[in-house]
């Protein structure tokens, strides 16, 4: 039995998370399959961003940190998001960007390695990582082996299990692979890591707010995430932090500014870290940034009374499977392949399509008649050129999907994307 347009309608109309669509106010003809890039509008944003501008910042002025709680923004915004991935109140900050929170993590880390070697001579000496990981993770983990002395080695996720050595201080992963959608197992990977006496550092991008995280549970070490993607942040969003309590106050982190003091008010010339993730802060807060963030993360916590993650999971898995179906049924014989898993346990909540030939292109003709995805390059071995589409389950519809295959479909039957205008490359794919 084929899929057709009213089962989609009638599998929106049987939706309990249908409601949550409310919350956002999608341009109208779009179909906006690029949430795991940057977030769509939480509708409370401009408001409340006007508020922090208007009434915060111009009537109340410095006051504010006191009065309307500024100061504590990144560890209230923090709290919000540890509920969303298995960690505990206090244990999350939502700060600085997920490059230079990476920095910290992993300096931390490198820390705890250099102390826990046996009569101080450090014999692990590698940093392992993903070669198809998000570049800025890959370029962070590179500089600092540089400054350490120690090797970043990169490799596909078959090779990561027989990797697992003692001469490894620290495995870096991504959850969920920003080009394949592909997701890690973290608590066997973990345990796998914690067996040969190795660091786990969690990159959830692609998996706050998307996937159910269970950092605790996992008993992963650190873990960093960012604002922009599925929790909707807004572009340029703070990012968040978490340790691991038991690590939490070894080590602190090399960025030791100001408002990861212990009493930044004491202005003592001497640097005491704060108990606990609070060190991991640096400095000032962006605070229109992150009361924009805080609306984008309630949007999502907006689904805890409707099952929550695990409602959202599912329906996000739904979405996916029911894209992949549609593609494989009705724009067969176009080239495309699969580079996301089928595997439910090894997929994330978004599905890239590989193409030999123009998926620049065809990304570009899709974005004009309004199924906003987009493109990563491959590196012109193994990992092909990708049309990647997120499916944001807050705001996409089984309808949506429909939609967006039907016009896949008729961009490849057509060839309209072998127009001069969609084989233009923009600064930002
Ligand atoms: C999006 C993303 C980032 C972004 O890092 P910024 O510092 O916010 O630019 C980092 N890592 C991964 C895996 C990502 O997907």
């Not at 990582?129 to 590179?142: G, M």
């Given at each position: 039995m084929t899929t057709t347009l009213q089962d989609c309608q009638a599998l929106d109309a049987a939706d309990p998370l249908r409601g949550l669509r409310a919350q956002f106010n999608i341009p109208a003809g779009t179909i906006y399959l690029d949430g795991n890039s940057l977030g769509v509008m939480p509708a409370s944003a401009p408001a409340r961003v006007a508020e922090v501008v208007t009434r915060e910042w111009g009537t109340d002025l410095i006051q504010?940190?006191?009065?309307?709680?500024?100061?504590?923004?990144?560890?209230?915004?923090?709290?919000?998001?540890?509920?969303?991935?298995?960690?505990?109140?206090?244990?999350?900050v939502a700060t600085d960007s997920t490059s230079?929170?990476?920095?910290?993590?992993?300096s931390a880390a490198l820390n705890m390695v250099q102390a826990d070697a046996p009569n101080g001579q450090l014999t692990r000496k590698?940093?392992?990582?993903?070669?198809?990981?998000?570049?800025?993770?890959?370029?962070?983990?590179?500089?600092?082996?540089?400054q350490h002395g120690m090797e970043l080695v990169l490799l596909e996720p078959e090779e990561i299990a027989s990797a697992l050595t003692a001469e490894v201080a620290i495995l870096m992963l991504t959850h969920v692979n920003y080009r394949t959608g592909a997701m890690h197992d973290m608590a066997a990977v973990t345990a796998a890591a914690h067996a040969e006496g190795i660091l786990t550092v969690w990159d959830l991008a692609h998996s706050a707010g998307a996937v159910p995280v269970d950092l605790t549970g996992a008993k992963a070490d650190f873990a960093v995430g960012c604002g922009y993607k599925y929790l909707n942040g807004g572009p340029g969003a703070p990012a968040f932090v978490w340790?691991?309590?038991?690590?939490?106050?070894?080590?602190?982190q090399p960025l030791a500014g100001w408002w990861g003091h212990a009493a930044p008010f004491a202005f003592t010339p001497d640097y005491q870290p704060a108990p606990g993730i609070t060190r991991y802060q640096c400095g000032t807060q962006p605070m229109i940034s992150l009361a924009a963030l805080e609306c984008g993360v309630?949007?999502?916590?907006?689904?805890?009374?409707?099952?929550?993650?695990?409602?959202?999971?599912?329906?996000?898995?739904?979405?996916t499977d029911l894209f992949i179906r549609?593609?494989?049924?009705?724009?067969?014989?176009?080239?495309?392949?699969?580079?996301?898993?089928?595997?439910?346990?090894q997929r994330g909540s978004q599905v890239c399509l590989t193409r030999d030939e123009g998926a620049y292109a065809i990304v570009q003709a899709l974005i004009a008649r309004g199924v906003v995805g987009d493109f990563r390059a491959g590196d012109g071995g193994i990992h092909k050129d990708i049309l990647r589409f997120g499916f944001t389950p807050l705001y996409i519809g089984f309808e949506?999907?429909?939609?967006?295959?039907?016009?896949?479909?008729?961009?490849?039957?057509?060839?309209?994307?072998?127009?001069?205008?969609?084989?233009?490359?923009h600064a930002v794919t």
């Open positions: 504010s940190w006191n009065k309307h709680g500024w100061f504590q923004m990144p560890g209230q915004v923090g709290d919000k998001i540890a509920r969303l991935i298995g960690a505990g109140a206090g244990e999350v230079v929170n990476l920095f910290k993590v992993l590698r940093i392992i990582s993903e070669r198809s990981n998000f570049p800025t993770d890959l370029y962070i983990a590179e500089a600092l082996c540089k340790v691991n309590p038991l690590h939490a106050n070894r080590f602190w309630d949007t999502v916590l907006a689904a805890e009374t409707l099952g929550g993650m695990a409602a959202l999971r599912a329906k996000s898995l739904a979405l549609l593609v494989e049924e009705r724009c067969a014989g176009h080239g495309l392949g699969l580079a996301t898993p089928r595997e439910h346990a949506d999907v429909w939609h967006s295959v039907e016009h896949l479909k008729q961009v490849l039957e057509s060839g309209e994307w072998q127009r001069p205008e969609f084989n233009r490359k």
